[in-house]
């Protein structure tokens, strides 16, 4: 998830000789304090020289680079193979100058590293072999432990190292938005055996949320211990349900996550879709509310009471338009972020992968200008 969430991502096909890129950065860590980073201080609240700027999915998809490194490498086996980790989380930080990294992983890892078999599929997203339906099947699930993950502690070691005074984000997928995935068995545009579940079986709907919430939080908890400066919970899928069934279904087990992470770091707490949830996430323990693109910052602002920090929220779709109707709608969003507590700009989701770079490239410095 450059912000990678586990929606549908490219594979790449194997081409003989292929060679990883080696990171500037490798040999040479760079002293300073990621806490006091623009992005860091705007996430609790204080003012900051400019607005800073990341883009959820940043690493990779977009990059030609990411693409080269990726050559005949799963998506999974990337996600656990530290020196890839490190070069592809490290692309977009170098190519764009943006104000944080985000860890190069997946929603669904810590629930491959406990065992279970999920796969992602190019052009599809994440498969589960053998979805979960019953209370046997919630056996087949074990808790996580740092002892899951080790190439994750590896990677955050060696990028916040690298990274010096550039913040690392982390992040984990919510338990409502990993339990669509493992009760649908893959992506889902009705997620009728989630909701059918959760309705019909409240208590094995519970106790998988609980399960989840579980590993969920020791995987933000690891990255957290190996040097994360902040943290973002992905639920990605949460906005399609109505509000008395997250509060009912899903919002004590999100609580859970970030009550476990606590104030550690600041927590970034994001979903597509969700302007009607917008102040029950917020309230449900964020430092930070991100934003989707089909609400307004200013309206993100009046619904959470002006008590949070606000992340967000150019439609990814708009880098595709003319530059001066993105940079009308940067400097809007820019504006409209001002009103909130604190503003870190970001996407209203995930990079397209189609993405011009030098666009990219373009907003964040367009960004940084406007003060």
């Known amino acids: 998830m450059a912000g990678w969430d586990s929606v549908t991502t ?102 491959k590293a406990v065992g ?14 053998e979805p979960i339906a019953t209370r046997a099947d919630l056996d087949r699930i074990p808790e996580l432990s740092p002892e899951h993950v080790p190439y994750i502690t590896e990677a955050v070691s060696t990028l916040v190292a690298q990274l010096g005074s550039t913040p690392l984000i982390g992040f984990s997928g919510a338990p409502f938005t990993l339990a669509s995935y493992l009760v649908e068995g893959g992506p889902s545009k009705t997620h009728q055996r989630t909701k059918a579940l959760m309705h019909g079986d409240p208590e094995l709907w519970r106790d998988l949320c609980a399960r989840l919430a ?34 009912r279904f899903v919002e004590p087990h999100s609580r859970a996550v970030l009550t476990a992470v606590g104030e550690q770091v600041p927590r970034i707490h994001f979903g597509v879709g969700t302007g009607e949830l917008l102040a029950d996430m917020a309230d449900a323990g964020a430092d930070v509310i991100g934003v989707d693109y089909r609400l307004s910052l200013t309206d ?11 992340q967000g929220n150019l439609d990814p779709a708009l880098l595709f338009a003319p530059w001066p109707v993105i940079e009308e709608r940067v400097t809007e ?39």
């Open 10 to 111: 490219p594979d790449a096909t194997t081409q003989p000789g292929s060679e990883r890129p080696h990171s500037p950065y490798a040999d040479t860590p760079v002293p300073g304090d990621p806490t006091q980073s623009a992005l860091v201080q705007a996430a609790r609240g204080r003012t900051t020289p400019h607005t800073p700027v990341w883009f959820m999915r940043q690493a990779g998809r977009s990059l030609p680079e990411y693409r080269e490194l990726r050559v005949g490498t799963g998506m999974l086996e990337a996600c656990a193979t530290p020196d890839l980790v490190t070069e592809i989380t490290l692309q977009p930080v170098r190519r764009h100058g943006v104000d944080a990294a985000i860890l190069f992983s997946d929603i669904v890892v810590p629930l």
């Open 116 to 129: 279970l078999d999920i796969d992602i599929v190019a052009g599809t997203g994440p498969v589960v072999a």
């Open 214 to 247: 579980q590993i969920a939080s020791t995987f933000l908890q690891v990255q957290i211990d190996a040097g994360v400066s902040a943290v973002q919970l992905f639920d990605s899928w949460v906005g399609a349900l109505p509000r008395a069934d997250y509060l």
């Open 300 to 310: 993100a602002v009046e619904r959470t009471g002006g008590r949070y920090p606000v």
């Open 333 to 371: 969003i820019v504006r409209e972020g001002r009103q909130a507590p604190g503003h870190i700009f970001n996407l209203g989701h995930g990079v397209l992968p189609d993405t011009d770079p030098t666009v990219l490239t373009r907003v964040v410095e367009l960004v940084h200008s406007l003060g």
